[in-house]
């Protein structure tokens, strides 16, 4: 499985952007993709995961009601739309991905820096 992120950049807070993780190398109907961040000096963290098959989809609360996990249907690529962008959104984010019988996520993106100014 490859991830490739990319989408990230320098936005003053209130901004939005949006991230994309390409995944190729299987089919990932049984898959959960997710996005995590890395602050830093800080533990890497949960943001955001989807059911590939029935996209559901989970949040951590620090995000809820701002980022908006969702899938391609023509390819195989997530998306995170991220609005209201705060200072504290300023991390490093990757992608991952798991089969939905793991606990742990086995795959990583290569990471992409979002930065919010204030």
């Known amino acids: 499985v490859q991830l490739q992120a990319s989408g990230g950049g320098l936005v003053q807070a209130g901004g939005s952007l949006r991230l994309s993780c390409a995944a190729s190398?299987?089919?990932?109907?049984?898959?959960?993709m997710g996005w995590f961040r890395r602050a830093p000096g800080k533990e890497r963290q949960f943001v955001a995961a989807?059911?590939?098959?029935?996209?559901?989809?989970y949040y951590a609360d620090s995000v809820k009601g701002r980022f908006t996990i969702s899938r391609g249907y023509a390819d195989n690529t997530v998306y995170l739309q991220m609005n209201s962008l705060k200072p504290e959104d300023t991390a490093v984010y990757y992608c991952?991905?798991?089969?939905?019988?793991?606990?742990?996520?086995?795959?990583w993106g290569q990471g992409t820096q979002v930065t919010v100014s204030s």
């Open positions: 991952a991905a798991k089969d939905s019988e793991r606990l742990t996520y086995d795959y």
């Open positions: 190398g299987r089919t990932f109907s049984r898959y959960y």
């Open positions: 989807i059911i590939w098959s029935d996209t559901t989809t």
